[in-house]
């Protein structure tokens, strides 16, 4: 199957409000024009270096969105064209941002990514560190950075009882962080090739999905 005739069965199969994302990190431009001619202006990369090479020779209209873990030493290569940042997990990485930012002229959108999997190995905000970091004001002097919502990965199980309580809870958390938030504070990002159905069940209203678009990756 092409490239296009996945993303349009993906696409028929997502309610009206949910964006989708195609993730074509690891996949190399030739797929990512593809998916463009087939009218994808959605894509997300893991790595800055990756992006960056794509962002150089693909078209200008095409929104980036940073979903792996980014280290605050590579903001600055992305902070003049990202169009969001959904992996922010430290108030370290949220300062950073904010100065690249400015040093731009920009307001850079970003996601909390919040750590809700059993896997030791997902990364992402802890909660209660979160909160705490909310409670205390830290945003409140970052004016060059918008937090839009809330992003998050379910636990890789079978297990769809687990799967169900991650997209739960992190549909929780977006609930209850919004009020500090405000109207800005409107995007929920759960759910990828595997488990993107019931992330939309549980509310998610932008999913990311590569594997089933762009096909297995190389590593
Ligand atoms: C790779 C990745 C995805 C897409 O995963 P697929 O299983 O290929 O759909 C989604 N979100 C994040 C954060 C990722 O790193």
Same mark, same amino acid.
């Given at each position: 199957?092409? =490239?296009?005739?996945? /993303?349009?069965?993906?696409?028929?199969?997502?309610? &009206?409000?949910?964006?989708?994302?195609?993730?074509?990190?690891?996949?190399? +431009?030739?797929?990512?024009?593809?998916?463009?001619?087939? !009218?994808?202006?959605?894509? !997300?990369?893991? $790595?800055?270096?990756?992006? #960056?090479?794509?962002? &150089? =020779?693909?078209?200008?209209?095409? *929104?980036?969105?940073? %979903?792996?873990?980014?280290?605050?030493?590579?903001? $600055?290569?992305? +902070?003049?064209?990202?169009?969001?940042?959904?992996?922010?997990?430290?108030?370290?990485?949220? *300062?950073? %941002?904010?100065? @690249?930012?400015?040093?731009?002229? $920009?307001?850079?959108?970003? /996601?909390?990514? %919040?750590?809700?999997?059993? @896997?030791?190995?997902?990364?992402?905000?802890?909660?209660? *560190?979160?909160?705490?970091?909310?409670?205390?004001?830290?945003?409140?002097?970052?004016?060059?950075?918008?937090?839009?919502?809330?992003?998050?990965? +379910?636990?890789?199980?079978?297990?769809?009882? #687990?799967?169900?309580?991650?997209?739960?809870?992190?549909?929780?958390?977006?609930?209850? /962080?919004?009020?500090?938030?405000? @109207?800005?504070?409107?995007?929920?990002?759960?759910?990828?090739? *595997?488990?993107?159905?019931?992330?939309?069940?549980?509310?998610?209203?932008?999913?990311?999905? !590569?594997?089933?678009?762009? !096909?297995?990756?190389?590593?």
């Amino acid at each position: 199957m092409s =490239i296009a005739s996945r /993303l349009s069965e993906i696409r028929s199969s997502l309610p &009206e409000g949910v964006r989708l994302v195609a993730v074509s990190k690891f996949h190399p +431009a030739e797929a990512v024009s593809e998916a463009y001619a087939a !009218g994808q202006r959605l894509f !997300g990369e893991s $790595r800055v270096q990756e992006m #960056v090479a794509k962002y &150089e =020779i693909l078209p200008k209209d095409i *929104e980036w969105h940073m %979903i792996g873990h980014l280290q605050t030493n590579k903001v $600055r290569a992305i +902070a003049p064209f990202v169009s969001l940042i959904q992996s922010l997990d430290s108030a370290r990485l949220a *300062e950073c %941002i904010d100065r @690249e930012a400015a040093r731009c002229g $920009r307001t850079i959108d970003c /996601l909390l990514e %919040i750590h809700v999997a059993r @896997e030791q190995t997902k990364s992402g905000w802890d909660y209660d *560190e979160l909160k705490a970091f909310v409670n205390g004001g830290g945003f409140s002097a970052l004016h060059n950075i918008r937090i839009r919502g809330v992003m998050g990965m +379910a636990t890789n199980t079978d297990d769809e009882a #687990v799967v169900r309580a991650d997209f739960e809870r992190l549909a929780a958390c977006k609930a209850e /962080l919004a009020p500090t938030f405000g @109207e800005w504070f409107d995007t929920l990002s759960m759910g990828m090739s *595997e488990d993107y159905r019931m992330a939309v069940e549980c509310g998610s209203d932008m999913v990311r999905i !590569g594997s089933s678009i762009f !096909g297995a990756r190389e590593y």
